[in-house]
């Protein structure tokens, strides 16, 4: 017995149904891709929450409720604030997108930090320690 074609058509219909939702999840994924410092700050200011954090073995972190209440505001003047129970912490920030990097400096003094920005778009803000690869802090614009 052979197969007609009018046989195959659903088959085919649910293989390229099937391709198509793959491609499209792919091609959806924002990682790697890093816009401009506009995205940082939106038109004058955004606060970022965190979405998700990973330790430096890449294991998830449990966040606790004081950590969900910390955000990072970034301001358009290259200045950021961090809030969080231990207060808040205002300083400059700088961020190369040729180089993908995001470096925090407190007013105060103390050290810089410089992250790897892995994701950067309007919504979604992925920093990775250089240090260590896996630790990895996803914020989400609130």
Do not use: I
């Not at 793959?22 to 816009?35: I, P, R």
């Amino acid at each position: 017995m052979t197969s007609s074609p009018l046989t195959l058509r659903p088959y085919l219909a649910t293989l390229l149904c099937a391709f198509f939702l793959l491609f499209t999840a792919a091609s959806c994924s924002d990682k790697g891709k890093v816009e401009g410092a506009n995205m940082l700050y939106g038109t004058s200011g955004k606060v970022w929450k965190t979405a998700k954090e990973t330790s430096a073995s890449g294991d998830k972190v449990k966040q606790t409720d004081e950590q969900k209440e910390e955000s990072l505001h970034v301001f358009s003047n290259n200045t950021y604030t961090m809030t969080g129970a231990a207060g808040a912490v205002q300083g400059k920030f700088a961020f190369d997108q040729t180089a993908k990097t995001l470096t925090l400096t407190p007013d105060a003094g103390g050290t810089s930090n410089t992250f790897n920005v892995e994701t950067l778009t309007d919504s979604k803000l992925t920093l990775v320690d250089p240090s260590h690869p896996e630790a990895k802090l996803t914020l989400e614009a609130e």
